[in-house]
T-cell receptor, first 113, second 110 residues
Framework: DAGITQSPRHKVTETGTPVTLRCHQT?????MYWYRQDPGHGLRLIHY???????DKGEVSDGYSVSRSKTEDFLLTLESATSSQTSVYFC????????????FGSGTRLTVV | QKEVEQNSGPLSVPEGAIASLNCTYS??????FFWYRQYSGKSPELIMF????GDKEDGRFTAQLNKASQYVSLLIRDSQPSDSATYLC??????????FGAGTRLFVKA
């Protein structure tokens, strides 16, 4: 999607290894989000940011941490990957969450073996 | 626990028919409601936003909101095979967050 990119697009990693996913935006939006999407569960919020260095937990934050040192970058880290973290991860950005909705990145498909 | 309920489908309609997608939500304080479309293997994209009771129309799409019943729906008129996708309902819950439903799969048969 224009203005928001995620990297990598695909990753296979081993159980117990750390993994970092990157979200980069060029829209200068204040709000950034990390969601995971699993069959039957829809999109579930992991962590979100409402400004540089301002982050908070979502509904499924255990095993994940985030950092936002610049407006444009929001990093999601799996400290020690587990098979239950195999999922598709989406980053989203928003300038006005009440009326503008979200713009999503293309997603990262992560497989933990 | 704030929740969004959607019928997972699949909902199958013939080409040219009206597709009706429904969603209920649990948070009476929510102000903003959204519909996203997600094609298989792709990311969700915003197609409709509504915050007032009643109907909002945009092209072939109409969103309907009834806050008293905590119900929001999406109507797609003159359905096309290209409308075949999963439709996600979402609502804002305050604290900078939005909750998404699991989505309804729609198939439009040519």
């Amino acid at each position: 999607d224009a203005g928001i990119t995620q990297s990598p697009r695909h990753k296979v990693t081993e159980t117990g290894t750390p993994v970092t996913l990157r979200c980069h935006q060029t829209e200068n939006h204040r709000y950034m989000y990390w969601y995971r999407q699993d069959p039957g569960h829809g999109l579930r919020l992991i962590h979100y940011s409402y400004g540089v260095k301002d982050t908070d937990k979502g509904e499924v934050s255990d095993g994940y941490s985030v950092s936002r040192s610049k407006t444009e970058d929001f990093l999601l880290t799996l400290e020690s990957a587990t098979s239950s973290q195999t999922s598709v991860y989406f980053c989203a950005i928003s300038d006005d969450r009440l009326t503008g909705g979200y713009t999503f990145g293309s997603g990262t498909r992560l497989t933990v073996v | 626990q704030k929740e969004v309920e959607q019928n997972s489908g699949p909902l199958s309609v013939p080409e040219g028919a009206i597709a009706s997608l429904n969603c209920t939500y649990s948070d009476r304080g929510s102000q903003s409601f959204f519909w996203y479309r997600q094609y298989s293997g792709k990311s969700p994209e915003l197609i409709m936003f509504i915050y007032s009771n009643g109907d909002k129309e945009d092209g072939r799409f109409t969103a309907q909101l009834n806050k008293a019943s905590q119900y929001v729906s999406l109507l797609i008129r003159d359905s096309q095979p290209s409308d075949s996708a999963t439709y996600l309902c979402a609502f804002e819950v305050g604290g900078f967050k939005t909750i998404f439903g699991a989505g309804t799969r729609l198939f439009v048969k040519a």
